[in-house]
């Protein structure tokens, strides 16, 4: 399935689906909004996409605090936009990109009310997200929902992401924060394939 390209300003955003719940996607270290359809990921959910299910705005990656209003500011109101209104965003990304789609959802979560996050590493998450406290854990508790997935095999231990999978999962849970972890088995690699898997597995469950 090819998708439509969308400039906004600092980056472009690669539309995916006619109908169904936005899903907001952030590319790996490196990537582009492109990098979702070069890597399989499109056709990993194609049947979502035809079926109305889910809409897929793939986006670009950049440095600089630029990024962060980049998004807020530009691509979600694009996205409630191109929806016709104001829907609950859906954020999902693979390594680095895990760890912007649970980043976003943690700090904006009156914008991004789930985050599906694929062999992330989690560590500046951790260091804020263990000082929820008060009102706001209370309003967090009811208003967001995450999915943490991992595998056991090839490079999620070398990166980190096994730990910081699990360590991130038990946090948010002694938090009370609705939080799952799925861990993948050994041979299931901090790889391409492996995310094109679990991304066709669980979407399904939120659209």
Excluded: N
Excluded at 54 to 81: H, M, N, R
């Amino acid at each position: 399935m090819s998708g439509r390209a969308v400039a906004l300003d600092a980056g472009t955003v690669a539309v995916y689906g006619h109908w169904g719940r936005p899903v907001l996607a952030f590319p790996s270290e490196g990537g582009d909004a492109w990098e979702f359809q070069r890597q399989g990921m499109i056709g990993a959910v194609g049947g979502l996409l035809e079926a109305g299910r889910v809409k897929l705005y793939c986006v670009d990656t950049f440095e600089g605090d630029g990024y962060w209003s980049w998004i807020v500011d530009q691509v979600a109101p694009f996205v409630w936009d191109d929806c016709g209104g104001r829907l609950e965003i859906a954020t999902c990304g693979c390594s680095l990109g895990a760890y912007h789609a649970v980043d976003f959802a943690l700090r904006r979560a009156d914008l991004f009310t789930l985050a599906i996050g694929m062999s992330g590493v989690y560590p500046a998450v951790m260091e804020y997200a263990s000082r929820f406290g008060g009102d706001h854990l209370d309003w967090l508790r009811e208003q967001l929902s995450l999915l943490l997935v991992c595998g056991r095999g090839q490079w999620e231990d070398t990166t980190g992401a096994l730990d910081s999978t699990r360590l991130l999962g038990e946090l948010l849970r002694a938090k009370g924060i609705r939080c799952e972890v799925d861990v993948w088995g050994h041979d299931v690699p901090h790889d391409w394939p492996s995310w094109r898997a679990q991304l066709a597995h669980h979407l399904p469950r939120f659209c």
